[in-house]
């Protein structure tokens, strides 16, 4: 999430927000030790707000092994809300069509060609908030940085061109609508257009579209499902018809190329999500020793 969170950052999270969820394993407070296998009936209480795009979440991971409460805890930025039709062009996000603005902290890959015989400053680089993550000849720099941090470098001397670095809707022979969630068929730069899904709807199985719901279906919504390529069946009845159970979001790093998200693994139940992100209460900076003062009690915003 750098640079909206830096590691070190000590947070608060709300998980009244949203609702808090009912206990959902017998366990001892405190602790990651629970009775293995015995599960609480789930339900969430009411919360004071509803979650909106862009809302930096907390969850649980979700193909994480285990009880849903006792998995990881990750944290994310929710760009896809049940319902909506999301695609990835050349790394924008798109809504139903329209394109997402950006948060001003969201970083991602450039490519910096600086001028002929003059080599970039790793330091000089960094001091601007910036990093490089590969050189190679003829003067070519793959940076990770902010979008304002590329306009700064843009204005250096020594260099020359700065560009987003995006990957071929072809790359690795797969296109926009090949990705796979199971497999790690992916180009995270180009992806879709598909509907987070969403409680209640209906859903037509195919063997083309079985990687986007295969998870749904059998890891976070319990069925009992037989696929041999080209019949499904359901719970021992046959048929390619299924309704979601609850509601789904996609949720990606606001440090864009640097983030397993659900550009990946796919998508964030409903039943996962811990609680909304607010305050940063203290910062520890790990390389200086130092304790960063202007970020204690910042506000985590959208």
Request: aromatic share 12%; charged share 25%.
């Given at each position: 999430?750098?640079?909206?969170?830096?590691?070190?950052?000590?947070?608060?999270?709300?998980?009244?927000?949203?609702?808090?969820?009912?206990?959902?394993?017998?366990?001892?407070?405190?602790?990651?030790?629970?009775?293995p296998?015995?599960?609480?009936?789930?339900?969430?209480?009411?919360?004071?707000?509803?979650?909106?795009?862009?809302?930096?979440?907390?969850?649980?991971?979700?193909?994480?092994?285990?009880?849903v409460?006792?998995?990881?805890?990750?944290?994310?930025?929710?760009?896809?809300?049940?319902?909506?039709?999301?695609?990835?062009?050349d790394?924008?996000?798109?809504?139903?069509?329209?394109?997402?603005?950006?948060?001003?902290?969201?970083?991602?890959?450039?490519?910096?060609?600086?001028?002929?015989?003059?080599?970039?400053?790793?330091?000089?680089?960094?001091?601007?908030?910036?990093?490089?993550?590969?050189?190679?000849g003829?003067?070519?720099?793959?940076?990770?940085?902010?979008?304002?941090?590329?306009?700064?470098?843009?204005s250096?001397?020594?260099?020359?061109?700065?560009?987003?670095?995006?990957?071929?809707?072809?790359?690795?022979?797969?296109?926009?609508?090949?990705?796979?969630?199971?497999?790690?068929?992916?180009?995270h730069?180009?992806?879709?257009?598909?509907?987070?899904?969403?409680?209640?709807?209906?859903?037509?199985?195919?063997?083309?579209?079985?990687?986007?719901?295969?998870?749904?279906?059998?890891?976070?919504?319990?069925?009992?499902?037989?696929?041999?390529?080209?019949?499904?069946?359901?719970?021992?009845?046959?048929t390619?018809?299924?309704?979601?159970?609850?509601?789904?979001?996609?949720?990606?790093?606001?440090?864009?190329?640097?983030?397993?998200?659900?550009?990946?693994?796919?998508?964030?139940?409903?039943?996962?999500?811990?609680?909304?992100a607010?305050?940063?209460?203290?910062?520890?900076d790990?390389?200086?020793?130092?304790?960063r003062?202007?970020?204690?009690?910042?506000?985590?915003?959208?």
């Amino acid at each position: 999430m750098e640079n909206t969170l830096l590691t070190g950052d000590f947070l608060l999270v709300s998980k009244m927000a949203y609702g808090a969820r009912t206990p959902m394993t017998v366990s001892i407070p405190f602790t990651d030790i629970y009775v293995p296998g015995l599960n609480l009936p789930y339900s969430r209480l009411p919360g004071f707000m509803d979650m909106e795009r862009n809302d930096i979440i907390v969850f649980n991971y979700p193909i994480d092994t285990g009880p849903v409460s006792a998995k990881t805890n990750y944290i994310k930025r929710a760009v896809g809300m049940p319902g909506d039709e999301l695609e990835i062009r050349d790394k924008w996000v798109y809504i139903d069509g329209v394109r997402e603005e950006r948060a001003e902290t969201i970083m991602q890959h450039y490519q910096v060609a600086s001028r002929e015989r003059v080599r970039l400053s790793p330091t000089k680089v960094s001091d601007a908030g910036a990093r490089i993550v590969q050189s190679g000849g003829d003067n070519q720099y793959i940076i990770n940085m902010s979008e304002a941090t590329a306009a700064e470098i843009q204005s250096w001397d020594e260099v020359s061109t700065v560009q987003p670095f995006i990957l071929p809707e072809d790359y690795n022979q797969f296109s926009r609508r090949d990705f796979n969630f199971s497999r790690g068929f992916v180009n995270h730069d180009n992806m879709g257009p598909l509907v987070v899904p969403y409680e209640g709807q209906e859903v037509v199985l195919t063997p083309e579209n079985w990687h986007l719901y295969q998870d749904i279906l059998e890891r976070y919504e319990k069925n009992s499902v037989r696929f041999d390529g080209e019949t499904f069946i359901i719970n021992g009845e046959e048929t390619n018809r299924y309704t979601i159970q609850m509601d789904y979001f996609f949720v990606m790093g606001d440090n864009r190329d640097d983030s397993e998200d659900s550009r990946y693994w796919g998508f964030v139940p409903e039943d996962h999500l811990v609680g909304k992100a607010s305050i940063i209460y203290f910062s520890w900076d790990g390389e200086r020793w130092l304790p960063r003062m202007n970020r204690v009690f910042n506000m985590i915003h959208g």
